[in-house]
């Protein structure tokens, strides 16, 4: 069957450190992978989303980036967090067969103290 | 590029009464509307979905209407439940791939109060 994990479930990193959010993807080739970020009470906001290995598209500037080492991972990281990098991460691999369906990871909350 | 409006972004019912989230899309060529629901603490997970040649789509308590005349969609809740309580996502697509694959809404909050 096809699944999407995503880890750690929590995270509390001081200002300045690095980041690493990990999600790996089974059952499935060449999934399209998406990072997503959501404030507290808002919405999903796309980060990141990859159609392939080495293949990285930034919706919005910002202090992270993104890497697609394996067909199947996707990972989101930072050199030095922002107390603004604050929030609730979320991959989510996207497919496009019948109809166009996302499976979401099961979320990081990241605070940065 | 497409663009889905949600409303209300907050909602509270009583336990037992119907609840409606509204939702409106910009490109006519959209042609599937999927809803997800997001409990606290998790990711958002697809409850029901309607492709633009059905007009509506029913399961069990829920269902989704879709008038693409207007380019709007909705999603009924009859009879809520406590565990109904949660974030509703609409989202609309017209098959393509990278950024526009998906075009959420902006999410509405559902409290049902028991």
């Known amino acids: 069957s096809q699944t999407i994990h995503q880890w750690p479930a929590t995270l509390v990193q001081p200002v300045g450190s690095p980041l690493s959010l990990e999600c790996t993807v089974e059952g499935t080739s060449n999934p399209n992978l998406y990072w997503y970020r959501q404030a507290a009470g808002r919405g999903l906001q796309l980060l990141f989303y990859?159609?392939?290995?080495?293949?990285i598209s930034s919706e919005v500037p910002q202090n992270l980036s993104a890497s697609r080492p394996q067909d199947r991972q996707f990972i989101l990281s930072s050199k030095k967090l922002l107390l603004s990098d604050s929030g609730f991460y979320l991959c989510?691999?996207?497919?496009?067969?019948?109809?166009?369906?996302?499976?979401f990871g099961q979320g990081t909350r990241l605070t940065v103290v | 590029g497409e663009n889905v409006e949600q409303h209300p972004s907050t909602l509270s019912v009583q336990e037992g009464d119907s609840a409606v989230i509204k939702c409106t899309y910009s490109d006519s060529a959209s042609n599937y509307f999927p809803w997800y629901k997001q409990e606290l603490g998790k990711g958002p997970q697809l409850i029901i979905d309607?492709?633009?040649?059905?007009g509506e789509k029913k399961d069990q308590r829920i269902a989704v209407t879709l008038n693409k005349t207007a380019k709007h969609f909705s999603l009924h809740i009859t009879e809520t439940q406590p565990e109904d309580s949660a974030v509703y996502f609409c989202a609309a697509s017209k098959g393509d791939t990278g950024r526009r694959a998906l075009t959420f809404g902006s999410g509405t909050r559902l409290q049902v109060q028991p």
């Open positions: 989510a691999w996207i497919t496009l067969k019948l109809n166009t369906e996302a499976f």
């Open positions: 990859s159609v392939g290995i080495g293949q």
């Open positions: 309607i492709r633009s040649n059905v």
